[in-house]
């Protein structure tokens, strides 16, 4: 077996061989009895994989292989988005470095060099998923823009449509005036902004009196149409029968009174402008108040405003600020701190507008996929996140499901000539509803989010009964970001519930975010952004894939840590080390399939008992989505219980000195579970070494994919034995700590001296002297009293007693230890002298005294253990 470990050397290898032996292949007729799928969020195919998306990838897979292993029939479905919007920014942008803009060739010609450019980056996604060891099932790969689905969009379009539940209206939304769109929530990204706060005086008709109102953006106050009181607000109750005048235009604006009103902010009156603002568009239509437009949808101002007509928005508030001051409606201006949100795409100011849009209402269903997860059918993990789930769900407004986008799934709803409306699943069939006469397709195209939404079922072969959609739906699990947990987990709650009855899933494992090392967000403009495949190339694929894994703690995004990848690399490297161990000792001996325990010493009893809980433990915190708890079990159990002690307690049996039976094959078959609890978080290491055990076959014919996840194995369980062995490793480490504080070289060969009151602990230990002699490079290993001179500890209930002949080692102890107290008293004088002084105390960030107090703390209890320790040395 090579020394040099490798990850380059085999892991491409292995995904090339699995793929190619079609093991990621689920298929439906298969005769087990259970199935197991989960879907793939499907990323964009505008761009690379980020390190989020290795996370998922890595939890994905995970679960994935865990369950093939399980012998479930196991569905890992891949796929891809057409990213409406992201697309076609990559397209026009390619254009633009021609000279061209869309408009120049025309909606066909344009669609055909965007389908040119999605099938160019298709495999992209695929090759970044094959790095990191995804066993998809790419024979069922899906696109959102594929003949399947595209037929599923439709069908659930005009189902919607018939039910009643989608129309075409005028409403509010985010409208980007850069890429000329209405654009989704999720792509309006807020951001905090110093701007300022112009507070503006309005007249009142008839009177000499004047209302003040405050502003962020005063070039719409051209298209206000009222002022809002709070109802029960006693101090402008006199104002609801009159009207203000709205300066430098001369509208008439009445007084009205909604609850939405807060009186305690500013004067607790506000300017209504239904045109421009969410909660004003709400405001207005309770009211009816006129919707004034005076910002068009290019971010110009329209001919409404007047003379500010044509002005760029921006530009047009200066002008209008200028105009207040000097007609002398301006009263003050302040400076202040906002949130402003901003096109994700395209990063200018969204502009809210009433637009002619078709919408979606998901009243109902967001009653219903509230329910689901109040009653348990849908779980949340962590479950942080139901609170937040029944806010937005109940707080949800009808969701605006149309993009002015050329690239998409089109609207399927025609016009004849006299502007009738109908929608069917296809133009035949809108021809035949309209009877007669030419028909034109609604030029728009549906939010990505909409095909998004039913990507659980309609990758399935919905609205078709296929033997995929019967076998594998509902799905299983969803792993994705908390931050697309409303924009798409609930839409995909709300679409499967109403499509199919069902939820699409029973739990949502929900990741947090990977941030730079320093704590902050990723992003390109930081130039912090960190490639999956850069780490894979440097550190292998299985360490990123450990390290992610072990990082997924509920609740806390994760600092990215270059020395713990490092670390996982060197677990990696620890495993290759130990399996060469192994493979060089074991002779002619196989991986056994049954194992004659009574013939068993007890370092073999202890290493099969530990790795049964081990395996029990494993399998629980996957079933709880605790993976990180996994891989901490799993790296104990490789690191410490497997290499540092069982691989020690076998050579003495190897070597000859202290002979124990089946110990070969023992190593084998623990290797052997070992290298399969592992396989799902480490894939290629362990099949790499997986394939060079000897009797192998035995398990699997073939492959560690598909052999058999090991659990517990109540005929390995032995408390007893753990418990007493624990005592005689924690006897092993305490001598070899002795040996190095004394000054003991690795020539010489000391006597111990162990006394037990317990006299069974006392007949077992006394079974393991060969092993404790051949561990701690002593001389000879004797039941009894120490002799004089002798440096002694107690261990676990057991009285050790370490001798060299011609020292004095318990006078050396007591010296070392003495002088270890006089080291640790004087740093202690030293902080208790800082937090005796009250400068220090009040002067110091909190921090720092909370860090002195601890290490005094912390250095008390160490005194305390050294004078323990010298009174049992007699002193």
Not at 590 to 611: F, G, H, K, Q, Y
Not at 671 to 700: K, N
Request: charged share 25%; net charge negative; with cysteine.
């Amino acid at each position: 077996m090579e020394k040099q470990f490798d990850p380059q050397s085999y892991e491409a290898a292995w995904q090339q061989r699995w793929a190619q032996a079609g093991y990621f292949d689920a298929s439906p007729e298969t005769a087990q009895a259970a199935s197991f799928c989960i879907m793939i969020p499907p990323p964009n195919i505008t761009g690379k994989l980020h390190m989020g998306h290795a996370l998922q990838s890595a939890l994905q897979d995970l679960l994935t292989r865990w369950h093939r292993m399980r012998g479930q029939a196991t569905l890992w479905l891949p796929g891809t988005d057409h990213a409406g919007i992201a697309t076609q920014m990559m397209v026009e942008r390619q254009l633009a470095s021609e000279g061209l803009e869309r408009d120049d060739l025309g909606r066909d010609k344009f669609l055909e060099r965007v389908w040119a450019w999605s099938e160019e980056h298709q495999n992209n996604i695929r090759r970044q998923l094959d790095l990191l060891g995804a066993s998809c099932d790419w024979s069922r790969e899906r696109f959102t823009l594929d003949e399947g689905l595209s037929k599923a969009v439709r069908h659930a379009f005009v189902s919607l449509y018939r039910d009643g539940l989608i129309s075409r209206d005028d409403y509010m939304v985010n409208w980007s005036p850069k890429l000329n769109t209405a654009v989704s929530d999720l792509e309006v990204e807020m951001r905090t902004v110093q701007g300022k706060l112009y507070h503006l005086a309005y007249p009142i008709e008839g009177s000499d009196q004047r209302v003040v109102v405050a502003t962020t953006r005063p070039e719409t106050m051209l298209g206000d149409t009222g002022i809002a009181m709070h109802p029960k607000d006693e101090r402008y109750q006199h104002l609801l029968k009159m009207n203000a005048i709205l300066p430098l235009v001369d509208r008439r604006l009445p007084f009205v009174a909604d609850e939405v009103v807060d009186p305690e902010f500013g004067t607790g009156l506000v300017k209504v402008t239904p045109a421009h603002d969410p909660n004003d568009f709400e405001i207005g239509r309770r009211h009816d108040l006129p919707q004034v437009q005076v910002i068009s949808p290019d971010g110009t101002m329209s001919e409404a405003a007047g003379e500010f007509a044509g002005l760029d928005r921006f530009e047009a508030r200066q002008r209008v600020v200028a105009r207040l001051e000097a007609e002398g409606y301006l009263v003050k201006v302040e400076e202040h701190t906002h949130n402003v949100g901003h096109c994700q795409r395209s990063e200018v100011p969204i502009e809210p507008l009433v637009s002619t849009q078709w919408f979606c209402d998901v009243s109902t269903m967001a009653e219903r996929a509230l329910e689901a997860v109040n009653e348990g059918e849908l779980k949340l993990v962590p479950d942080l996140w139901a609170k937040t789930w029944q806010h937005w769900l109940e707080n949800i407004k009808p969701w605006c499901v149309s993009r002015q986008l050329w690239w998409g799934h089109r609207i399927p709803a025609w016009y004849n000539a006299a502007g009738e409306l109908f929608v069917a699943e296809s133009e035949e069939e809108a021809q035949q509803l309209a009877g007669s006469g030419e028909l034109t397709q609604d030029p728009d195209v549906l939010d990505t989010w909409f095909s998004s939404g039913l990507w659980p079922f309609s990758t399935l072969g919905w609205p078709e009964e296929s033997a995929d959609l019967k076998r594998f739906y509902p799905t299983d699990v969803l792993i994705t970001g908390y931050d697309i947990l409303f924009f798409w987990v609930a839409r995909m709650t709300m679409f499967g519930l109403h499509f199919t009855g069902q939820v699409p899933f029973h739990t949502v494992h929900l990741t947090q975010l990977i941030r730079a090392a320093d704590g902050q967000k990723m992003s390109k403009t930081k130039g912090n952004v960190v490639d999956p495949a850069e780490l894979v190339e440097k550190y292998g694929a299985d360490a990123l894939r450990f390290y992610l894994t072990s990082m997924d703690t509920p609740g806390r995004d994760i600092n990215l840590n270059a020395d713990q990848l490092a670390g996982y690399r060197a677990f990696g490297n620890k495993i290759w080390n130990a399996t060469r161990f192994v493979l060089s000792k074991v002779g002619e001996a196989r991986v056994a399939t049954d194992l004659d325990l009574s013939r068993l010493a007890a370092p073999e009893r202890w290493i099969l008992s530990r790795l049964s809980t081990t395996a029990s433990e494993v399998n629980s915190q996957f079933e709880n989505f605790r993976f990180d708890e996994a891989c901490h079990r799993l790296y104990h159990f490789f690191w410490h219980e497997l290499c540092d002690w069982y691989l020690e307690l076998t050579k003495p049996a190897f070597s000859g000195e202290a002979p124990r039976p089946l110990v070969a094959e023992v190593v084998l078959t623990v290797l052997d579970r070992s290298l399969r609890l592992l396989h799902p978080v480490m894939p290629f290491l362990t099949e790499e070494l997986w394939q060079r055990l000897p009797g192998h076959e035995a398990i699997h014919p073939d492959t560690i994919v598909l052999a058999p996840y090991p659990g517990a194995e109540p005929g390995w369980q032995a408390a007893e034995t753990e418990g007493r062995m624990g005592v005689v490793l924690d006897l092993i480490s305490r001598v070899r700590t002795m040996r190095a504080e004394l000054g003991i070289t690795p020539k010489e060969r000391p006597q111990l001296f162990v006394e037990a009151e317990d006299e069974t602990l006392h007949a077992f230990v006394g079974e393991q002297f060969p092993l404790i002699r051949f561990l701690c490079r002593l001389g000879e290993v004797v039941a009894g009293e120490a002799p004089e001179g002798a440096s002694t500890e107690l261990v676990s209930g057991i009285r050790l007693g370490l001798f060299v002949a011609g020292r004095d080692l318990a006078a050396e102890e007591r010296k070392r230890l003495r002088a270890e107290i006089a080291k640790l008293e004087g740093e202690m004088r030293g902080i208790q002298g800082r937090l005796g002084n009250p400068a220090f105390v009040g002067k110091a960030p909190a921090q720092v005294v909370e860090g002195n107090r601890s290490r005094l703390a912390e250095l008390e209890k160490r005194r305390h253990n050294i004078l323990a320790g010298l009174e049992a040395l007699g002193e």
